[in-house]
């Protein structure tokens, strides 16, 4: 699209915008980018027999399904325009709902605005049908009910919680995320959809009156729906199963963008791991089409089954490798700059960094495990911001080299700034002592006065490591008893394989190992996928390498406390594959 398409497209999508005058426009957009606005083309499409999806209308995609006896909506956009524009659009397109087949159910996938504040719309399309149906049918009116509005059982109370504690703090990130004050030229798209177009005077909501806890069937209109609990992009997501049409509703655990494992508007940590167990869930249904709440449906059992595992492989790959570098030290920042995704997955069309990115993500996991400090004594009581940009700007002004700058910090007692200074000197000139002898000075002098005792140690132990005076060894796991270790379930220990894997050594590997632990009747699969180790709690179709072994023995194995080899010679551990074949897959592993 040239630039004058693009600024044409942009200004149109956003004329209903009304946004004040902004800064100049800016009409510079990444190729990446500028190509996702081809997904938001407005109308509203077949995605499967009786499936329906409105996109283009809002930043998130409206979905009726048709019933042999009415409709369910899933999803209801941002705002009473919004929806008043989806059901013209789904009546223009389809005739749904009408007063013979009117709103029989709504279903709302999770709390977010974009999905749950244009629900009054359909509430009242439903009221209007039945009002209309019982006069034709009884000449008169007659009390009618609004329509059942299912949603996980926490969804009400999120929806109250950003509404009333995070209103203003959201609302002003919110704006700022999705451009919404920003001249249209400037708005390239939202990356999942055209854009969020939020008026708060436009909201209406249809609260939840059902609520699913886990897993809910239930049959609407003559149409069988299975709502499944799948915690992702928030922790109240639903997907919604077609049994019937393999047509699987997916919510925001997938769309055509690297996802939001975090967002910079703000939210609580979202679990991971959750996401990939929701994402797995989802995989072994087989579903044949795929309606994601954003951006595109997909058609067609192997491309969705190929869809959802690179998608799935690359959230666990980047919370496998962030924990992974947690364990050897590493802070936030240096893991950022370090892990990204392999080609294979950081060149999937369906993982552009173009809503989400890996950066922002290996953050929020890294502080989702360990809170805001990332471990380095001169970041534990840093400076406040307005006494930072103060010194900032007297060193710049000073002109003398760091080393110096550090040195005289700490010779006046400005121990806070000097150990700052020091770090940054030392993560230059990491081989120099006096940058080493400098920070170990520094921390050592605010442990000394530190009021608190968890600061106190923490700096001096810190300043003794760095000196080479304190050694603190790894976590001594083959001290543990072997009674301990007995008394442990062998699901943990499977589970944390994946956070150990050297990714980097198992890029090119795609192998099925099938685990039988004899003692505990328990299999479990591990399938080694370029990079990634997914855990599956069950036996394989097919493996390339079988280890059956007392879950005792694997346990002790796992601890250092014996020997695979061992093992494999005195008959503990049998394998089919050969003795190097688990030895060289063991190796692929930090112990």
């Known amino acids: 699209?040239?630039?004058?398409?693009?600024?044409?497209?942009?200004?149109?999508?956003?004329?209903s915008c009304g946004a004040p005058p902004g800064p100049a426009p800016v009409l510079e957009v990444d190729s990446r980018l500028a190509a996702q606005s081809s997904l938001f083309e407005r109308g509203v499409r077949a995605a499967g027999e009786g499936v329906w999806v409105a996109s283009g209308f809002g930043l998130a995609n409206s979905i009726l399904l048709e019933a042999p006896g009415g409709v369910v909506i899933v999803d209801t956009m941002s705002g009473r325009r919004q929806a008043e524009a989806v059901l013209a659009a789904f009546r223009e397109t389809t005739g749904l709902p009408s007063p013979e087949k009117p709103v029989r159910a709504i279903i709302l996938t999770h709390h977010h605005s974009d999905h749950v504040f244009g629900g009054g719309v359909f509430v009242e399309s439903a009221l209007e049908s039945a009002v209309e149906s019982a006069v034709e049918n009884a000449g008169g009116t007659s009390p009618v009910a609004a329509p059942p509005v299912y949603a996980h059982a926490t969804t009400s109370q999120e929806i109250d919680r950003v509404v009333n504690a995070l209103s203003d703090a959201l609302y002003l990130r919110s704006m700022r995320m999705f451009g919404q004050f920003l001249p249209a030229a400037s708005v390239a798209n939202a990356g999942i959809g055209p854009t969020l177009d939020y008026e708060p005077s436009d909201l209406t909501l249809a609260r939840p009156t059902h609520v699913v806890e886990e897993r809910l069937d239930i049959s609407?209109?003559?149409?069988?729906?299975?709502?499944?609990?799948?915690?992702?992009?928030?922790?109240?997501?639903?997907?919604?199963?077609?049994?019937?049409?393999?047509?699987?509703?997916?919510?925001?655990?997938?769309?055509?963008?690297?996802?939001?494992?975090?967002?910079?508007?703000?939210?609580a940590y979202r679990d991971v791991r959750q996401w990939v167990a929701s994402?797995?869930?989802?995989?072994?249904?087989?579903?044949?089409?795929?309606?994601?709440?954003?951006?595109?449906?997909?058609?067609?059992?192997?491309?969705?089954?190929?869809?959802?595992?690179?998608?799935?492989?690359?959230?666990?790959?980047?919370?496998?490798?962030?924990?992974?570098?947690?364990?050897?030290?590493?802070?936030?920042?240096?893991?950022?700059?370090?892990?990204?995704?392999?080609?294979?997955?950081?060149?999937?069309?369906?993982?552009?960094?173009?809503?989400?990115?890996?950066?922002?993500?290996?953050?929020?996991?890294?502080?989702?495990?360990?809170?805001?400090?990332?471990?380095?004594?001169?970041?534990?009581?840093?400076?406040?911001?307005?006494d930072r940009s103060l010194r900032l700007s007297a060193a710049?002004?000073?002109?003398?080299?760091?080393?110096?700058?550090?040195?005289?910090?700490?010779?006046?007692?400005?121990?806070?700034?000097?150990?700052?200074?020091?770090?940054?000197?030392?993560?230059?000139?990491p081989k120099s002592k006096a940058a080493r002898e400098t920070l170990a000075a520094a921390l050592e002098e605010q442990g000394k006065v530190?009021?608190?005792?968890?600061?106190?140690?923490?700096?001096?132990?810190?300043?003794?490591?760095?000196?080479g005076e304190l050694k603190i060894p790894p976590t001594p796991r083959t001290e543990v008893s072997d009674e301990f270790v007995d008394s442990l379930a062998i699901g943990p220990f499977m589970e944390a394989l994946p956070v150990r894997l050297k990714a980097e050594k198992a890029l090119d590997r795609d192998t099925?190992?099938?685990?039988?632990?004899?003692?505990?009747?328990?299999?479990?699969?591990?399938?080694?996928r370029h990079g990634v180790a997914e855990v599956r709690h069950r036996a394989p179709a097919k493996a390339d390498l079988s280890i059956t072994v007392d879950a005792k023995i694997w346990k002790r194995i796992a601890f250092g406390k014996r020997s695979p080899i061992a093992a494999v010679a005195s008959g503990e551990l049998k394998t089919g594959g050969g003795l190097f074949a688990v030895v060289g897959f063991l190796n692929l592993f930090e112990r």
């Open 1 to 15: 699209m040239t630039a004058t398409l693009l600024h044409l497209a942009l200004s149109l999508s956003l004329s």
């Open 450 to 467: 530190h009021p608190s005792a968890n600061g106190r140690h923490y700096l001096l132990s810190q300043a003794a490591e760095i000196r």
């Open 220 to 267: 609407v209109a003559g149409l069988d729906l299975t709502l499944v609990h799948a915690p992702g992009e928030s922790s109240d997501q639903l997907f919604v199963w077609l049994p019937k049409s393999k047509t699987l509703l997916a919510g925001d655990n997938i769309y055509r963008a690297f996802p939001n494992l975090y967002t910079i508007r703000g939210t």
């Open 279 to 386: 994402l797995d869930t989802m995989r072994d249904l087989g579903a044949e089409v795929l309606v994601p709440s954003h951006t595109s449906p997909v058609a067609g059992k192997e491309a969705i089954a190929e869809l959802l595992t690179a998608y799935r492989d690359a959230i666990q790959y980047i919370h496998d490798q962030t924990v992974r570098g947690i364990n050897r030290g590493a802070t936030a920042e240096e893991l950022v700059a370090e892990i990204q995704l392999p080609p294979h997955l950081a060149d999937h069309p369906w993982l552009a960094e173009t809503y989400g990115t890996v950066a922002w993500s290996v953050r929020a996991i890294f502080d989702g495990y360990l809170g805001w400090f990332d471990g380095r004594g001169a970041h534990l009581d840093p400076l406040s911001a307005e």
């Open 396 to 429: 710049l002004e000073d002109g003398r080299p760091l080393a110096e700058q550090a040195k005289s910090a700490l010779a006046s007692g400005d121990v806070r700034w000097a150990a700052e200074l020091a770090d940054h000197w030392l993560r230059l000139k």
């Open 512 to 528: 099925v190992v099938h685990f039988h632990f004899p003692d505990v009747e328990e299999h479990y699969t591990i399938h080694l």
